[in-house]
């Protein structure tokens, strides 16, 4: 009887080691299972390296087909990524050597696997060559893209542009840029100078002062606190407004004088807007900051930055003065600005934002199709119904005066963001969308150190937005 009682701890252990081998094992598979992709696409899998050695990598195509990164091989077997495009796409498309970047990263699992044909790969083997890698067809519309490449020209900034309705993302710019082709070459000049920013992809992890463009989100808080009051709103502009010690100023000490809502948002005036800000109850403001993904992230694929802005009872006047004209310690990247935009414009809802629309094997045969997909809803209908409006006003009786008497109507928000102490140092913004009777795509825009929204980056999204509705 003792020699029996003397085996239980051992018939426990054995069942425990058991149940603990068949759980790590279910674990292990599981895991495999649903992170399959992740574990491929890890820089450190070995696996990675034999693909690369069995298959050539794919080529990545624009939405029509045109090829923006292709692999040729010369007849000793030595392969060289080419670029089409040059500088065009250097940031969204990417490189593939020292690291990997853009959509190179992001389709990399795709692009160095092979679901050729048996025949196809029979036939390269015969050949003693590589297997045909699968090809990625991308949401980027070249004619979209160049526009916005020869619109920022040589100034340093950054351009997105997306269809409000799917979340494709048509055009993604950012200055300084790189030739990849050439970015083995040039990776120590590149890398070896801590003032050069030419692999820094402003459009996503860019951080900047919203400045007046930030006025969207204070206006939407003001209307989600007083609703439909908004109406009764009056306010005299001398240039400037103080509280105590601290004073806000009109952007070149304009006098905007006698306004209500619509056109304190419309002429931009900084002097109405702290005055509103002070009105507001500062909590709620920083639920509405929280809903609109600030401090937190953001549904983007690739590397991005986290937009900062802080709102609560513990801010203090000054601070909250300078958060309601996009000034002070709040930062913002383009692509977010650009998702906000894009759901006030879809009537509040955001889709999620994507770049890879289908791959492809070398015979043709569609392997993964991607589609658009609700992300979530920022604003309600009858927010969005009034952010817009007061945009539309923008370009009718305010800043963005320069999109008035086109084909399509135009509706957006500038924004001359201060970095310095001096008014005269500013970044140029818009972020707007068109067309305003049933929105298609939404652009977002800075141009570092230019000035005035109105006056240099209004001009680039006309541009833009002529380039998408063929207007000449």
């Known amino acids: ?36 992709r992740e574990m491929m696409d890890n820089s450190y899998n070995a696996h990675q390296q034999l693909l690369k050695k069995q298959n050539t990598r794919g080529t990545i195509y624009s939405a029509d087909g045109q090829a923006l990164a292709i692999t040729s091989t010369d007849e000793e077997g030595n392969e060289t990524r080419e670029y089409p495009f040059g500088k065009t796409f250097s940031h969204v498309v990417g490189f593939s050597v020292n690291g990997r970047s853009g959509i190179e990263d992001l389709a990399n699992y795709y692009l160095i696997n092979s679901n050729a044909a048996l025949k196809s790969k029979a036939e390269a083997k ?15 519309d070249v004619d979209l893209q160049q526009t916005a490449y020869e619109a920022l020209s040589a100034r340093d900034g950054a351009i997105i ?15 300084p840029d790189f030739d990849p082709a050439t970015i083995l070459k040039d990776w120590d000049s590149i890398t070896n100078d801590k003032s050069n920013t030419q692999l820094l992809n402003r459009a996503t992890q860019g951080l900047y002062p919203p400045g007046s463009t930030f006025k969207i989100v204070t206006s939407l808080e003001y209307y989600r606190e007083i609703g439909e009051d908004y109406k009764n709103y009056k306010f005299n502009c001398n240039g400037k ?52 993904m600030f401090n937190n992230e953001l549904p983007w694929d690739m590397n991005y930055s986290v937009s900062s802005a802080v709102c609560d009872n513990d801010l203090g006047d000054a601070d909250t003065m300078q958060l309601g004209i996009g000034q002070g310690k709040t930062l913002v990247t383009p692509l977010h600005m650009n998702l906000i935009t894009a759901a006030i414009a879809n009537n509040g809802t955001l889709m999620k934002p994507y770049l890879i629309d289908s791959v492809v094997s070398a015979d043709g045969k569609k392997i993964e199709t991607f589609s658009p997909k609700a992300y979530k809803t920022l ?78 980056a209004v001009p680039i999204a006309k541009r833009l937005f002529d380039c998408c509705f063929n207007e000449k």
């Open 379 to 456: 604003v309600s209908e009858e927010e969005s119904d009034f952010l817009k409006e007061m945009m539309l006003g923008v370009v009718k009786k305010g800043t963005a005066s320069k999109l008035k008497g086109l084909s399509y109507n135009a509706a957006g928000k500038t924004g001359s963001a201060e970095f310095k102490d001096s008014a005269s140092d500013s970044h140029a913004w818009f972020t707007g969308f068109a067309p305003y009777e049933d929105p298609e795509i939404a652009v977002t825009i800075i141009v570092e150190n230019a000035g005035s929204g109105g006056e240099f």
């Open 1 to 36: 009887m003792q020699e029996k009682n003397k085996s239980y701890p051992i018939i426990i252990i054995g069942v425990f080691t058991v149940i603990l081998f068949i759980s790590m094992i279910s674990y292990i598979s599981i895991y495999a299972i649903t992170n399959h």
């Open 241 to 292: 407004f103080a509280s105590g010690d601290d004073v806000i100023r009109c952007f070149h000490g304009e006098n905007h004088g006698s306004l209500d809502f619509p056109l304190s948002f419309a002429k931009s005036c900084n002097s109405s807007f702290a005055n509103i800000s002070l009105q507001l109850n500062r909590d709620a403001f920083g639920k509405t900051l929280d809903k609109l």
């Open 161 to 175: 542009v997306t269809e409000v309705k799917t979340g494709k993302v048509l055009a993604l710019v950012s200055k």
């Open 126 to 140: 015969e050949n003693d060559k590589k297997f045909p890698g699968d090809d990625v067809y991308t949401t980027l």
